[in-house]
């Protein structure tokens, strides 16, 4: 593939752009190389600047369910933009987007819409505080909730004490109130709650973890850690970024059968554009500001273009109860071929899989949390993705990364991803 005009905006980007992305992961540094621009896309293809073709498996990292610019999504846009792009007072399809999603997720009655994923978690993470009245938080090592600041720590030296920032400009300050446990382990969890009785505010998690690779809980972990926050009066939030809409219509929760307290959503519910949100029960929601004590706010949330475009997402969703099956079972499709073609060629690997999340790790054990994922073969990783890109398969550029499938890829398309996938590794 020639990539001569990508290389040359991205040279252009850098300039004024720092590292010439938006978003740091978009920019190849795990994997080397220069990042592809891409001009459009269609159902389940991208098309680069260079007039280069690809299947995605990104999907603009998963709102995109249903494919790129998906119809019923593109004209609710357009028709909206039409009538004004931003009024900052209530609108009727705010509450048309909230009554749609409260009927389709379990355990919620009320939301809030944001602007990203981040905005979400840390908005649901300030709720719990007030809520509760306590600072502390726990997280789970490689689990992502967005860049606030919060959520940018790493396990201190006493991971049963605090933990500390993994980011020049998170402060010790903020990090000493961000507990971390380990993903799939309750006695982390379980130790730390001990060791701060009464100071822990919430445990927050991916209860399908996406962001180092694709890690599914174990069998009880979702249950122990309900189990945990009852005993330990803690409020449990799932972070269904990318997850909610995506795994079912009530995402985890209605996948696994556990509640949790507050939920936080983006991706899927935006349809593709700039959306988040976070939910849960009266109680708790009437906590936030104007009817409680806790502030949030943003000028642009529940932007009428945004709300528009996940209203005819979550409608579409909505009336196609089969979706979620038949995503499931193209992900099983392609993960059978590509575990196929992997043995064949030798090449150790570990593919883990839920629904329509899947990722490959070369990996000689089971990958069940961030340093089983940490330790996987990188090096095979960066000449895998390489490979997959100049035969045409787009896939995150990053072996952190989860692969999301949509509705939009044919099976001849998995068939054309396994046999570029063949082909890659037999030169391995
Ligand atoms: N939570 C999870 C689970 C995510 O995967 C992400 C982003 O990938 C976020 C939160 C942050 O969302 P955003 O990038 O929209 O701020």
């Not at 972070?239 to 509640?259: I, P, S, W, Y």
């Not at 990996?363 to 069940?368: A, H, K, N």
Request: charged share 20%.
């Amino acid at each position: 593939m020639i990539y001569k005009r990508s290389s040359e905006l991205f040279a252009a980007a850098k300039k004024v752009i720092p590292g010439g992305v938006n978003s740091p992961v978009r920019a190849f540094n795990a994997v080397g190389g220069e990042p592809v621009f891409i001009k459009e896309a269609k159902g389940a293809y991208l098309y680069d600047e260079d007039g280069n073709k690809y299947i995605d498996y990104i999907n603009s990292w998963g709102p995109l369910i249903l494919g790129h610019a998906f119809e019923p999504v593109v004209n609710a846009v357009v028709e909206k933009a039409k009538k004004g792009t931003s009024f900052g007072t209530p609108t009727e399809i705010e509450t048309a987007i909230a009554e749609l999603a409260v009927s389709m997720v379990p355990n919620i009655d009320k939301i809030r819409f944001v602007n990203s994923g981040t905005e979400a978690c840390m908005s649901a993470v300030r709720l719990a505080r007030g809520f509760k009245n306590r600072e502390k938080i726990i997280k789970f090592a490689g689990c992502y909730h967005g860049h606030s600041d919060s959520f940018l720590i790493q396990a201190g030296s006493g991971a049963v004490t605090f933990g500390t920032p993994n980011s020049p400009g998170v402060t010790e300050g903020t990090a000493k109130d961000t507990l971390l446990a380990d993903y799939n382990n309750l006695k982390s969890v379980e130790n730390l709650l001990k060791a701060n009785q009464g100071e822990i505010a919430c445990i927050i998690l991916e209860p399908i973890a996406g962001n180092m690779g694709c890690i599914p809980p174990k069998n009880g972990f979702l249950e122990g850690l309900r189990k945990l926050c009852d005993e330990y009066d803690v409020l449990l939030i799932f972070d269904e970024v990318m997850t909610g809409f995506r795994l079912a219509k009530g995402g985890a929760q209605e996948l696994t059968g556990v509640n949790a307290d507050i939920v936080c959503f983006g991706k899927v519910i935006g349809g593709g554009l700039p959306v988040g949100a976070f939910a849960a029960r009266h109680e708790i929601m009437d906590h936030l500001a104007p009817t409680g004590p806790v502030y949030q706010a943003g000028t642009l949330s529940g932007n009428p273009l945004a709300m528009a475009a996940g209203l005819a997402m979550l409608t579409e969703l909505d009336n196609r109860p089969g979706i979620f099956k038949s995503l499931k079972e193209k992900t099983e499709y392609l993960h059978k071929g590509i575990a196929g073609v992997l043995e064949k060629n030798g090449v150790t690997h570990t593919i883990n899989r839920i629904g329509s999340m899947i990722s490959v790790h070369f990996s000689e054990e089971p990958v069940v949390d961030f340093s089983t994922a940490a330790n996987a073969n990188n090096e095979t990783f960066k000449k895998f993705f390489h490979g997959l890109l100049e035969n045409g398969i787009y896939i995150a550029p990053s072996a952190f990364e989860t692969w999301f499938l949509t509705d939009a890829l044919t099976y001849k398309d998995l068939d054309a991803t396994i046999a570029a996938v063949d082909k890659v590794t037999k030169e391995f």
